[in-house]
């Protein structure tokens, strides 16, 4: 089992509709967690962090769930510039380093 | 500041031949990682540095695979005797890490490596 699992998709989505993506974690000694978009041949570029309970920034909505072991991403208003893969990632304290999933791929249709 | 750098954007090797891969973090970074990328896959770890020293390497990485920081500021990450599944990209972060919290990775443009 991977340490951090995500559901590939791809999900495709009309623009102004809601997404939701589930991301879990098998080590329950993490203690931050990210959601990185990453454009089709670029690199990943952060988009929110978690340390606690959840984060929310504009039209994102990250939600930590420490006793299931999972994390979620929901984007409400879907636009078109949306459209990318969304990665997971987690980071243990002790280790220091974060560990990916292998992303789930947004499409937002017009 | 402009971010991370890495050098060179692409690279073509044949195989067997040795490769120097180059990042320059971001100055106000502590930490610096490497990080490798396959097509339909996440970016798998490889090592990191704190300043100057190397705190871990990846238990999948070969004896073929090298990575310094002199000084503590650029990093080079050398392969020597590369094979076809190298290819990959090459993804270089650094991030501020302080009283036990990492606060995300900013990555380079990646360097791509294609070994034929």
């Known amino acids: 089992r991977k340490e951090v699992e995500q559901d590939p998709g791809p999900f495709n989505v009309p623009e102004g509709a809601t997404v939701a993506f589930n991301c879990t974690y098998s080590?329950?000694?993490?203690?931050?967690f990210f959601w990185y978009r990453q454009d089709c041949r670029k690199e990943p570029k952060l988009l929110m962090s978690v340390y606690s309970s959840g984060n929310e920034d504009g039209r994102f909505t990250a939600q930590l769930n420490r006793a299931s072991q999972y994390i979620s991403l929901l984007i409400r208003d879907s636009k078109l510039s949306d459209s990318a893969t969304y990665l997971c990632a987690e980071t243990n304290t002790n280790a220091g380093k974060s560990t990916f999933g292998d992303g789930t791929t947004l499409t937002v249709k017009p | 500041d402009t971010g991370v750098s890495q050098d060179p954007r692409h690279k073509i090797t044949k195989r067997g031949q040795n490769v120097t891969f180059r990042c320059d973090p971001i100055s106000e970074h502590n930490r610096l990682y490497w990080y490798r990328q396959t097509l339909g896959q996440g970016p798998e770890f490889l090592t990191y540095?704190?300043?100057?020293?190397?705190?871990?390497k990846s238990r999948l990485l070969s004896d073929r695979f090298s990575a310094e920081r002199p000084k503590g500021s650029f990093s080079t990450l050398e392969i020597q005797h590369t094979e076809q599944g190298d290819s990959a990209m090459y993804l270089c972060?650094?991030?501020?890490?302080?009283?036990?919290?990492?606060?995300?990775?900013?990555f380079g443009s990646g360097t791509r490596l294609t070994v034929v």
């Open positions: 080590n329950s000694a993490s203690q931050s």
């Open positions: 972060a650094s991030t501020r890490f302080a009283g036990g919290t990492n606060y995300g990775y900013t």
């Open positions: 540095f704190q300043n100057e020293a190397q705190l871990e």
